[in-house]
């Protein structure tokens, strides 16, 4: 989470949400017994054939969700929406599956406040207490007691849209959101879609480097030649000094 400052400067906790784009894959019909849409969003390096094969002239979708539409004389197949669709001060309903904590205690699990601490309650500051009386001979269904706790589906109602990133395609939500982070998160909200163009990826192809090697070779003569003129002075001033120096031998 994150703060965004309002316009009069309050200050509002927000949760930054990347929505979009979403491609339709699919429209289902009465014919597949109920009408629905169904949407792309991500993308994947390598997928099965079979999803190949549903997802033909599509990119490779990491997600795939499916939304009840009351009406969807509006969706086709290949369309794309992105965050256009939301407006400042918008009502969401989020949903996501929630954090996994594992097997936790009554404590925590179902806010049980524990026993004394003192007076002959010996290690017993934490535990969940009777569980049922003996007549029933039984536990009831539904007795709260210890066991796995989070990583369900929860939805939160009513969270308002502080502020719309369209480049970056980012949603400022206010509060918190269900789920940890990069995970997914169905969006809903009152409205009609607007459907925008599909962006093309356009791959650069790499022309092949040719070397010249013949500049180089050139450069590598003048390199010998120079060397040699910058030699042969300091030969000849050697070989007058041998030649002065005989006579004076005599």
């Known amino acids: ?20 784009p979403c491609t339709v894959t699919q429209v289902k019909s009465d014919k597949d017994g109920y009408t629905a849409v169904q949407v792309g969003f991500d993308k994947k390096r390598v997928i099965n054939k079979p999803l190949a094969g549903h997802l033909k002239d599509l990119s490779n979708f990491r997600y795939l969700r499916e939304f009840r539409v009351a009406d969807q004389a509006d969706f086709a197949r290949g369309k794309v929406f992105d965050v256009t669709s939301f407006v400042v001060g ?9 954090k996994g904590k594992g097997f936790q205690g009554v404590v925590k699990r179902h806010g049980f406040h524990g026993s004394p601490a003192s007076h002959g309650h010996k290690d017993q500051l934490r535990m ?3 569980i049922g009386a003996t007549d029933a001979a ?7 007691m210890a066991g796995h706790m989070g990583a369900d589906t929860v939805t939160v109602s009513n969270l308002e849209l502080i502020e719309v990133d369209v480049e970056k395609g980012l949603l400022y939500i206010k509060g918190a959101v269900p789920g940890h982070r990069n995970s997914l998160v169905k969006i809903a909200t009152e409205g009609e879609l607007t459907f925008v163009e599909a962006k093309k990826e356009v791959k650069e192809e790499k022309k092949p480097e040719v070397k010249d090697t013949k500049d180089k070779t ?6 010998k030649e120079e060397k040699i003129e910058k030699t042969e002075p300091k030969v000849e001033e050697k070989k007058s000094e041998v030649k002065e120096d005989k006579p004076e031998a005599k």
């Open 138 to 144: 039984r536990v009831f269904k539904g007795t709260r």
């Open 218 to 223: 050139e450069v590598k003569e003048e390199t």
């Open 90 to 98: 918008d009502k969401l309903k989020v949903t996501s599956i929630s």
């Open 128 to 130: 969940p207490g009777s």
């Open 1 to 20: 989470m994150t703060q965004k400052f309002l316009e009069d400067g309050r200050v509002a906790p927000v949760t930054v949400v990347k929505a979009g």
